[in-house]
């Protein structure tokens, strides 16, 4: 009898013992933009998070020199990883199914235009068609885990696809923790599961496109509902461009002429089941404009969006958005 009182004695200090699970929230800086977590368990996962950010920053940031992508850039021997693997061949998905409307190898060009990791002066159109003539995402390769290029000069720059994907590396650690509740938000790029501190379903602002470089306008537009495991990613040229000789020059660049894209869409929100893919083809929209974007999503499988467009019959802007997203 006194056996069983001391194991049930034990048994239950060992519950109660057992640590409470609640919401904590992470935030920081990579990849030169912001971070911002919430995860519902029983401790802080800081550690776990930071160590993962910063292999994955060794892996695909084209500022670090010491990082995968920077050496496969400067023509170096190196095995890629299974970030840069993951990544590249995601891309090359979207690459086709866009028809090369979303191509990485654009890198020198977004260089030139001054919104990549290597800037340069004077643009001309003999420039522009020198680096066109060089892109091609068709023309780089993985072999045995090595890039295989069909020109030394081509270059890389996952930026439109790797903060997607960062949103999903820390939402799979915190998955192999336990976690089933959590938001992860990188640069804008956004991965949920389950519930909200509120137990609703996670509801992410989408801003209104109103030219904006100080970061600091941020008016919501609209809001997109999100209940499952998914993805959302926002593409737009209201806050990253610059003005020069009176014409806007905005940081999306066309891969098919070499200059910043010119549509009507002025932010392009889409949902996949992940976020990586949602990050790629919100690029892709930008750069297709919405007849074609809406074309193009049909062809990849568990995505929607929502489309901000200029509406140049009255100067002011319309919403176009599939069936299937969720926006109050």
């Not at 866009?98 to 990485?104: E, I, L, N």
């Not at 049909?298 to 069936?323: A, E, F, H, Q, W």
Request: charge should be negative.
């Amino acid at each position: 009898m006194k056996k069983e009182i001391i194991i049930t004695i034990a048994c239950l200090l060992l519950f109660s013992c057992k640590p409470e699970k609640r919401f904590y929230e992470e935030s920081g800086s990579v990849f030169h933009t912001l971070y911002h977590i919430k995860y519902e368990h029983d401790r802080l996962l800081t550690a776990e998070i930071d160590r993962e950010l910063q292999d994955f920053n060794l892996s695909l940031n084209p500022f670090n020199p010491n990082s995968t992508i920077s050496k496969v850039n400067r023509n170096e021997d190196v095995e890629v990883d299974s970030f840069f693997v993951a990544v590249f061949d995601r891309a090359k998905e979207i690459y086709r199914v866009s028809g090369g409307a979303f191509d990485p190898t654009v890198a020198p060009l977004i260089n030139l235009w001054g919104f990549g990791y290597r800037n340069f002066d004077g643009v001309t159109p003999e420039a522009v068609d020198s680096l066109k003539a060089i892109a091609g995402f068709d023309r780089i390769r993985l072999e045995n885990r090595r890039a295989v290029k069909d020109d030394s000069r081509i270059e890389l720059n996952f930026s439109a696809i790797a903060k997607g994907y960062a949103s999903d590396v820390i939402a799979a650690l915190l998955e192999r923790e336990g976690v089933e509740n959590y938001m992860v938000e990188i640069g804008g790029e956004v991965a949920v599961k389950g519930k909200n501190p509120h137990r609703d379903c996670w509801q992410i602002g989408i801003n209104r496109p109103e030219d904006d470089l100080t970061g600091f306008a941020n008016e919501i537009e609209s809001i997109a509902v999100l209940c499952d495991r998914s993805g959302l990613a926002t593409s737009g040229n209201y806050r990253n461009f610059y003005v020069k000789d009176g014409k806007k020059y905005a940081h999306t660049i066309d891969p098919r002429t070499g200059y910043p894209s010119e549509q009507t869409i002025l932010s392009a929100t889409v949902t996949a089941p992940d976020c990586m893919t949602a990050d790629a083809c919100a690029t892709a929209f930008m750069v297709l404009g919405a007849e074609k974007a809406i074309e193009m999503a049909k062809n990849v499988p568990g995505i929607d969006y929502y489309l901000i467009c200029s509406d140049k019959s009255n100067g002011k802007y319309m919403t176009v958005r599939s069936l299937g997203i969720n926006i109050k």
